[in-house]
């Protein structure tokens, strides 16, 4: 698509077309702004510093102490201040992950610790094995005469005595 006034590429048409626009424009006239007479400018109090922490207390206002111009150890100061002495802010809520003191070990049940094998090995428990295994009364021992005590008649059969010794 050509047109007739093709003088150029199409950037030096642009720019043409708006330095004429903007010739063809009357230039605007900016009223002048009324200035009022300059009243004297109130100084803004200083940010506050720790002498006001010291005084605060759970209903005080804490938004002057969180302005820009407050220094971020008074910021801090005055947080510390809010959340340790509001009951509402100084409470616990069990989200804490590593809240506990895992510096102390659980010690292992003292029945836990006689079934490892490694107590076993090392004698941990010998002695104190050797005095839970009294020996029995002479009430509970059991009589080898009692009919269901006493070995089937065949399985002594064929076997080698203490005084034999092996067979052919």
């Known amino acids: 698509m050509t ?50 922490v010291e005084l605060l207390t759970p209903a ?39 809240i506990d003191d895992y510096n102390t070990p659980d010690p292992l049940p003292l029945a836990m610790l006689r079934q490892l094998h490694q107590s076993q090995v090392l004698g941990l428990f010998s002695d104190e094995e050797k005095v839970d295994q009294a020996p029995e009364p002479a009430s509970q021992h059991y009589d080898d005469d009692h009919p269901d005590l006493r070995l089937q008649q065949d399985d002594d059969a064929g076997r080698p005595g203490a005084d034999q010794g092996a067979g052919p």
Do not use: C
């Open 3 to 52: 047109t007739g006034d093709d003088s150029g590429s199409r950037l030096a048409r642009w720019s043409r077309l708006k330095t004429a626009a903007r010739a063809a424009e009357p230039p605007i006239a900016v009223p002048a702004p009324e200035i009022a007479p300059a009243e004297p400018l109130e100084t803004p109090p200083p940010p506050p510093g720790y002498a006001e």
């Open 60 to 98: 005080s206002d804490y938004a002057r102490f969180m302005g820009g111009d407050v220094d971020g150890g008074v910021q801090r100061a005055a947080l510390k201040k809010l959340f340790f002495s509001d009951p509402h802010f100084n409470l616990m809520d069990g989200l804490d992950t590593y």
